[in-house]
């Protein structure tokens, strides 16, 4: 009996700590941000502060029941749970309700649930089942296909429904991928063409080939100790430009003009001041309002609720997406830090967690949950600061939202109950 209770207690409290962490500094942030006059009660289901309230209560019921399971329960349906929630997702162009142009949510009395939260442990689920079941160190092509056909599918149907923010989410397996074997030339690939693409924006379609294709035919030269080769010169020079040509025909006609905008403003491409102001007003309006919300905190902000910007309702929505400004005005650079330490902490703890596993499934799950982790920080933190374009994606444990505070909370507790069924083999 004492054995079992032990068992049941042997989690990793460091992560728990981290993560209760996370999702109270979230709240308070969210209670800034969504508050209007005084605060009569924290359950005031007309505020989103008071959902989020309910919210987290139903997280801890949620907690509870992820550990009561056995770890091998997540092993053994895996699949199970992945072709639930693509279906989930399918559901959705049938059922759906639209937000904001999205097609994404299912509405239940006044409430909505985002299937795609879900998907996000679901996939990593059954990418960790794939890989494990095959011991496969993904160096053959079949089993490359086979795996990113498991993410592609989740990915596509999210970006049919005009969700092109958790699309993005899923090329964090990517990191997966090259935990577990994948080729370097694949990543070189990857940094190439994203380098490329961005080139060809900025400085024109000759100008990135040019310059992209002599940077690659020098390291291979460098790398094979050869003489340069005129025609493989050419080759690399032809194929850059096609790209770029190709990126710049995606950018002019397959985008829609408000990511078009974001994009060159992020850039910086428009040179008509007239059309540029224009443009400010309209899709980086969120953008600027949440740059002067950040800046004007200082070192030590202003203060809990006392955030001019925020309790003025500067920045629209800024209890979802740009709720990272809230920590910016009102707890200044030290308390922005503070955050991005403890992501940090987080995902660094996942990390050596997963790499202590003693099953392939638990550490290839472990790196799929670090990874859509620190592509969410990144992304956000990155947009709210107009370090990246502006995308649609929440902040792990602070974005208002019922969906997404689950999705992450299932998605970290997973791994914790697998983690302790490592700790507990006797």
């Given amino acids: ?28 942030n969210i209670l800034s941000a969504s508050h209007v006059g005084e605060i009569t009660s924290y359950f005031d289901m007309s505020q989103p502060y008071g959902k989020q309230t309910v919210f987290i209560g139903l997280t801890f019921v949620l907690i509870v029941l992820i550990l009561s399971f056995e770890a091998k ?16 997702l399918l559901g959705l162009f049938i059922f759906g309700k639209d937000v904001n142009g999205a097609r994404s ?45 498991i993410i592609v599918l989740p990915a596509l149907l999210i970006l049919l429904q005009n969700d092109a923010g958790s699309t993005i989410v899923y090329l964090a397996f990517f990191f997966v991928f090259y935990r577990e074997g994948l080729q370097q030339v694949y990543l070189i690939v990857a940094l190439s063409v994203i380098t490329l693409a961005v080139l060809a924006l900025k400085f024109g379609i000759i100008a990135a080939g040019i310059l992209t294709s002599v940077v690659l035919v020098a390291r291979y030269f460098l790398k094979n100790k050869k003489r340069p080769n005129i025609l493989q010169y050419i080759i690399v020079l032809i194929a850059c430009i096609a790209f770029s040509y190709s990126v710049k025909l995606f950018y002019e006609h397959g985008l829609k003009p408000h990511q078009q905008n974001r994009i060159s403003l ?55 997406d740009y709720i990272f400004s809230t920590v910016g005005e009102e707890w200044g650079f030290l308390g922005s830090a503070f955050v991005v330490l403890l992501f940090i902490v987080l995902i660094i703890r996942i990390l050596y967690l997963a790499e202590s596993q003693k099953s392939q499934f638990s550490r290839v799950y472990g790196y799929g949950v670090a990874s859509i982790f620190f592509v969410h920080f990144t992304i956000n933190t990155g947009m709210v600061m107009g370090l ?33 069924n490592k700790i507990n083999e006797w």
Wanted: zero cysteines; hydrophobic letters at 45%.
């Fill in 1 to 28: 009996m004492l054995r079992e209770n032990q068992r049941r207690f042997r989690l990793d409290w460091i992560t728990i700590i981290l993560f209760l962490l996370l999702i109270g500094f979230g709240y308070v």
């Fill in 105 to 149: 949510w299912y509405g239940i009395g006044s409430m909505t649930i985002q299937p795609s939260e879900f998907a996000k442990f679901a996939t990593a689920l059954a990418v960790a089942k794939y890989i494990s079941d095959l011991q496969t160190n993904m160096q053959t092509l079949k089993d490359q296909i086979r795996v990113a056909a």
């Fill in 266 to 320: 992020w850039l910086r491409l428009e040179k008509d001041p007239a059309k540029l102001e224009l443009m400010k007003k309209r899709e980086a309006y969120n953008l600027i309002q949440s740059e002067q919300a950040i800046s004007s905190g200082g070192w030590t902000g202003k203060g809990f609720l006392q955030g001019t910007r925020t309790t003025g309702k500067f920045v629209p929505e800024q209890h979802t």
């Fill in 388 to 420: 990246i374009p502006t995308v649609g994606i929440p902040l792990p444990f602070f974005s208002y939202g019922g969906s997404g505070l689950w999705g992450f909370t299932i998605l970290l507790f997973i791994f914790i109950k697998l983690d302790s």
């Fill in 73 to 88: 329960f997540y092993e053994r349906f895996a699949s199970l749970i992945y072709l639930v929630a693509i279906l989930a």
